[in-house]
């Protein structure tokens, strides 16, 4: 049984490992975004709006598509990983009957929601994919009002 636990314990840390990662990426993918989207908002700050500025706010449009669709893929790579890692940590209760881990998991997210009622209603892949749209939004209404000059 030990030998099972151990091969258990081993996956989950690989798979806690590529959640970070997915994580990181996305953090990364959208701090990118980030920048060059202020870096563009500052260039119409300057400039003001000007046909010339046109392809400018099409590509706040494209990033922020690009954001929202790179955050959606990352969330679905850190779910399929936590679906995994929710079956070991199946198996390793039926292993370790004793050490409660399902029912000490329960607890901890009743307390947590609990402390956090309003915040745990609030899914942070939802946070991240508005902060994207809000971006495309930007460079839409920029680009309708560099259209109607």
Same mark, same amino acid.
């Given at each position: ?14 798979r ?13 993918? %959208? ?12 260039? $119409?700050t ?15 449009? $494209? ?17 399929y %990983?936590? %679906?995994i ?8 209760? !039926?292993?370790?009957p ?7 998991r329960?607890?901890a997210?009743? $307390?947590? !929601? ?7 209603? $609030? ?5 991240w ?6 971006i ?8 309708i ?5």
């Amino acid at each position: 049984m030990a030998d099972s636990t151990d091969v258990l314990l081993k996956l989950s840390e690989q798979r806690w490992a590529e959640v970070k990662q997915a994580e990181d990426q996305r953090s990364a993918l %959208s701090n990118i975004i980030l920048l060059i989207a202020s870096a563009i908002v500052g260039i $119409f700050t300057q400039k003001g709006l000007d046909r010339n500025n046109l392809p400018l706010s099409l590509l706040l449009i $494209f990033l922020g598509i690009y954001g929202a669709i790179g955050s959606r893929k990352y969330r679905e790579r850190i779910h399929y %990983s936590l %679906s995994i890692l929710k079956l070991y940590r199946n198996r390793l209760n !039926e292993l370790h009957p004793d050490a409660q881990i399902e029912d000490r998991r329960i607890q901890a997210k009743e $307390f947590h !929601e609990k402390l956090h009622p309003l915040m745990t209603k $609030f899914h942070p892949n939802y946070l991240w994919v508005t902060l994207h749209i809000s971006i495309a939004i930007a460079g839409t209404i920029l680009t309708i009002s560099i259209l109607r000059l």
